[in-house]
């Protein structure tokens, strides 16, 4: 840390990681901010050292906590649940989708639920897509888990940069857009198909399986992007990240059955008449 003092005005050198700015700037800074700025990059740097994301998400609003990536990208959770309705109350959860980057895991209601308790402890940053309102508060509901982990929920950054609705919707706007008929699967058709699974459908979990890792293992690619399009707004140059490609998920969708339940559900009139002939 160094300052410089010209025409009554200082500046500050830091150099603060990914979170701010990748290499050492000098940056124009009032006198009278000068021993404020010093104090708040000195801890800054110190949380920094000490792995500490909390510290950075009190002092950024929720559309700047893609600053954290890659920064702490280290132990990162990719999120996203399935439940039988909008109340932790008084809905259901079903599933629960988690990408650490390399693997995969499900956990579904009835068989090992109560594992995920366990192993997201490990993990010290959360990606959601509006876990902030929804995934995360039901998590915190029905499992009795702080979630204290450092979180970003891609939606405000999202919107930030102008990109408002559905996560699918979204994608496909930012040309992410996902092949084949899971696709058009949404929330009302998880809760259908968790119906169909109830009621023994071969093929129903394994169908809702993987349209919940649908979601979750292109969560990657898409903090990416927000990551990209984000660094391009900044007055310092930061270098950018490749997007991960999305694995293969290790569920097969049942078509017949994604045909059902879009014609149930009315997202797909013309998949109904096929299947009353």
């Known amino acids: 840390m160094a300052r410089k003092r010209s025409g009554g ?36 740097l110190t949380a920094l050292e000490k792995r500490d994301a909390q510290y950075f998400l009190s002092k950024l609003p929720h559309q700047l906590h893609w600053r954290l990536y890659p920064e702490f990208s280290e ?5 996203d649940i399935e439940t039988t309705g909008l109340s932790a ?41 509006n876990g902030k309102q929804f995934d995360l508060p039901f998590l915190r509901t029905k499992l009795g888990i702080p979630l204290n982990q450092a979180h970003i929920d891609l939606r405000y950054p999202l919107a930030a940069l102008g990109y408002k609705g559905g996560l699918k919707k979204i994608e496909k706007l930012m040309g ?10 949404d929330g009302w058709c998880a809760v259908v198909l968790w119906r169909y699974h109830e009621r023994g459908e071969s093929g129903a979990l ?32 930061v270098e950018p990240v490749t997007l991960p490609e999305p694995p293969p998920i290790p569920f097969q ?23 009353a002939r």
């Open 9 to 44: 005005c200082g500046r500050l050198e830091s150099p603060v990681g990914n979170i701010f700015w990748t290499t050492p700037r000098w940056v124009p800074c009032p006198p009278w901010l000068q021993d404020e700025a010093r104090f708040e990059l000195e801890r800054s």
């Open 75 to 79: 132990r990162v959770a990719y999120l």
């Open 89 to 129: 109350q008084e809905a259901m959860l079903t599933v629960i989708g988690l990408y650490d980057g390399e693997q995969s895991q499900v956990y579904v209601h009835g068989r090992n639920l109560e594992q995920f308790v366990t192993d997201i402890e490990s993990f010290t940053l959360l990606v959601t897509y």
């Open 206 to 237: 394994e169908t809702l399986l993987h349209y919940n890792l649908e979601d979750v293992v292109h969560l990657p690619a898409l903090l990416a992007e927000v990551y990209n399009m984000s660094i391009r707004q900044l007055p310092l140059p």
């Open 176 to 185: 992410l857009e996902r092949p084949g008929l899971v696709s058009q699967l």
């Open 253 to 275: 969708p049942d078509e017949s059955i994604m045909l059902r339940v879009l014609a149930d559900t009315g997202r797909l009139p013309e998949a109904g008449a096929c299947h």
